[in-house]
């Protein structure tokens, strides 16, 4: 079954620093990975993209990693800033009888206190 | 002005009443999609359209309709709401085989 599984679930840091979100995927075939940053009451809003052969991929102070041997995701957050507090959520995309089709994880609430 | 926007922003209906969601975008994108979002869940596809004349199931289409008006208008029905349909709706745009998905700022929707 095509499962996209996020941990942790909810995080709680200090402003100024670093965490880590996991995303484990078992989506086949697989196509690409996508992180989303959702404020609470607005849509999602892309923050990277991974494609099979992309180890790392950085947007400011976010970085995503994957490996694609293992089905696993990572994304770093580095400095963190107040703004930051919001669920990010891991998109899988994989193709299906000719169609995209896209796998989305429950998200991590993240939440950064001053 | 928002690319992909969404009318209206919250809604409260009582069970058995048709309700009507409506997308609109300003992106040019040929594609467009309807999600709900509940508490614990991640985004699951109702309804997704190729263009004007091409609209597919998707994972929970059970209980809701679509229409694609034009390239920029997408929407939702509800043909008789019940509880379980309470939930945060949200609708994306991309284009062709550029996987990028922009969401709309969503619908909150509470069925009584």
């Known amino acids: 079954k095509n499962q996209v599984e996020q941990s942790p679930q909810s995080l709680i840091i200090l402003e100024g620093k670093n965490c880590t979100l996991q995303?484990?995927?078992?989506?086949?075939?697989?196509?690409?990975l996508r992180w989303y940053k959702q404020d609470t009451g607005r849509g999602p809003v892309s923050l990277t993209i991974?494609?099979?052969?992309?180890n790392t991929k950085s947007n400011g102070r976010y970085t995503a990693t994957l490996d694609a041997d293992t089905k696993q995701s990572s994304l770093h957050i580095t400095a963190s800033q107040l703004s930051d507090s919001a669920s990010y959520i891991c998109v899988v995309r994989l193709l299906d009888s000719g169609t995209y089709k896209y796998i989305f994880g429950t998200g991590t609430r993240l939440k950064v206190l001053a | 002005d928002a690319d992909v926007t969404q009318t209206p922003r919250n809604r409260i209906t009582k069970t058995g009443k048709r309700i009507m969601l409506e997308c609109s975008q300003t992106k040019g994108h040929d594609r467009m999609y309807w999600y709900r979002q509940d508490p614990g869940l991640g985004l699951r596809l109702i309804y997704y359209s190729f263009d004007v004349k091409d609209i597919n199931k998707g994972e929970i289409s059970d209980g809701y309709s679509v229409s694609r008006q034009a390239q920029a208008k997408f929407s939702l029905s509800l043909e008789s709401a019940i509880p379980n349909q309470t939930a945060l709706y949200f609708c994306?745009?991309?284009?062709?085989?550029?996987?990028?998905?922009?969401f709309g700022p969503g619908t909150r929707l509470t069925v009584l």
């Open positions: 991974m494609t099979f052969s992309e």
């Open positions: 995303c484990n995927y078992t989506v086949s075939p697989f196509s690409n």
């Open positions: 994306a745009t991309s284009f062709k085989n550029y996987n990028e998905q922009f």
